[in-house]
């Protein structure tokens, strides 16, 4: 399979880019495939649900344990003005995927043929033609084909007419809160970090590269990390706990640093309306130097909004509070 090979796909990432390469990416044609299919923005908890039924299906079979997903989303393909930030870029959902249990992460462009197939050819010619899918799992929400005119009972009668077998994994809550991306995307952009890592099933991520900041936290006695941010959506400022590591781990680092993070505009030394948002973390415990490194951070909890304080001690003094209670949430 593919390790990166595209914009954005770093090495060691696996995938098959578009279904008329699987028997070269693959080396074979894929073997009695139960396919999960979806966008899998964040790679939920309810995507997580139609992975395991796909496992539970392929540990009976031998067969391949795929995840079928679609790049661009469909959203940004027909409206990319309107189209909502990605939670996760296509390396990071790849990733998850993997990690979620499927074997093989076949990524099909979507594109201006791909989206006028009907709904009966989505189903004759890619999943049971091209894949060959013994069967396919997908959410009670599943729409597919041209005008997105199939829906589950169409899926099903066609698998059932052409051997193919269709389970339907009902709705995934938490709490009482369905698990989709877009409660998610919502939790996210009001800072509830902590509602979106129980929809997730894990913190909240963001990647990005190491980049040189003014230095104020080594002058105030807390070093920070300033991050140049490659996604798309991001917490609203404030100030949270979480974690912080290295994209690429190194042997014999920590799994994680416990990470002070905080986005905002630095308001008690910027002047009013500054444009710039700085993404910063402080990772307790970590002494080194990290610039040009590629670094994940993970939001725990929210701790505070962002303020503008009246002196720089009481600036230090918040963010000592805010270490202190990092520490006791992320260690």
């Given at each position: 399979m593919t390790k990166g090979g595209g914009p954005g796909i770093p090495e060691g990432v696996h995938f098959i880019r578009g279904r008329k390469r699987i028997?070269?990416?693959?080396?074979?044609?894929?073997?009695?495939?139960?396919?999960?299919?979806?966008?899998?923005?964040?790679?939920?908890?309810?995507?997580?649900?139609?992975?395991?039924?796909?496992?539970?299906?392929?540990?009976?079979?031998?067969?391949?344990?795929?995840?079928?997903?679609?790049?661009?989303?469909?959203?940004?393909?027909?409206?990319?003005?309107?189209?909502?930030?990605?939670?996760?870029?296509?390396?990071?959902?790849?990733?998850?995927?993997?990690?979620?249990g499927a074997a093989i992460v076949l990524v099909e462009p979507f594109t201006a043929e791909f989206a006028g197939l009907s709904a009966e050819d989505f189903v004759e010619k890619?999943?049971?033609?091209?894949?060959?899918?013994?069967?396919?799992?997908?959410?009670?929400?599943?729409?597919?084909?041209?005008?997105?005119?199939?829906?589950?009972?169409?899926?099903?009668?066609?698998?059932?007419?052409?051997?193919?077998?269709?389970?339907?994994?009902?709705?995934?809550?938490?709490?009482?809160?369905?698990?989709?991306?877009?409660?998610?995307?919502?939790?996210?952009?009001?800072?509830?970090?902590?509602?979106?890592?129980?929809?997730?099933?894990?913190?909240?991520?963001?990647?990005?590269?190491?980049?040189?900041?003014?230095?104020?936290?080594?002058?105030?006695?807390?070093?920070?990390?300033n991050l140049a941010h490659a996604g798309e959506i991001l917490p609203r400022p404030g100030v949270y706990a979480g974690r912080a590591r290295r994209v690429d781990r190194i042997q014999g680092e920590p799994a994680w640093f416990a990470a002070a993070i905080s986005i905002g505009t630095n308001p008690t030394f910027t002047k009013a309306g500054d444009p710039e948002l700085f993404i910063e973390a402080h990772l307790l415990d970590f002494a080194g130097d990290l610039y040009d490194v590629d670094m994940r951070l993970a939001f725990v909890a929210h701790l505070r909004d962002q303020r503008r304080y009246a002196s720089v001690d009481e600036l230090v003094a918040a963010i000592q509070s805010d270490i202190a209670r990092t520490r006791e949430s992320c260690t």
């Open positions: 028997t070269l990416d693959l080396g074979r044609a894929l073997r009695e495939p139960a396919v999960a299919i979806g966008n899998f923005d964040g790679v939920h908890l309810g995507h997580r649900a139609l992975l395991e039924e796909v496992l539970r299906i392929t540990r009976t079979s031998g067969g391949d344990a795929v995840a079928l997903t679609f790049d661009p989303h469909p959203a940004r393909f027909f409206a990319p003005s309107l189209a909502p930030p990605m939670l996760t870029p296509l390396h990071r959902r790849i990733e998850l995927l993997q990690e979620a890619v999943l049971v033609k091209d894949l060959g899918a013994r069967h396919v799992v997908v959410g009670a929400d599943f729409s597919f084909g041209k005008n997105r005119r199939g829906n589950t009972t169409l899926l099903k009668s066609a698998g059932s007419r052409l051997g193919m077998g269709v389970s339907v994994v009902p709705q995934v809550t938490a709490n009482g809160l369905v698990c989709s991306s877009t409660k998610v995307r919502e939790f996210v952009l009001e800072g509830r970090v902590e509602g979106a890592s129980l929809l997730l099933g894990r913190p909240f991520e963001i990647d990005g590269k190491v980049v040189h900041g003014v230095g104020r936290g080594r002058t105030l006695g807390v070093p920070t990390i």
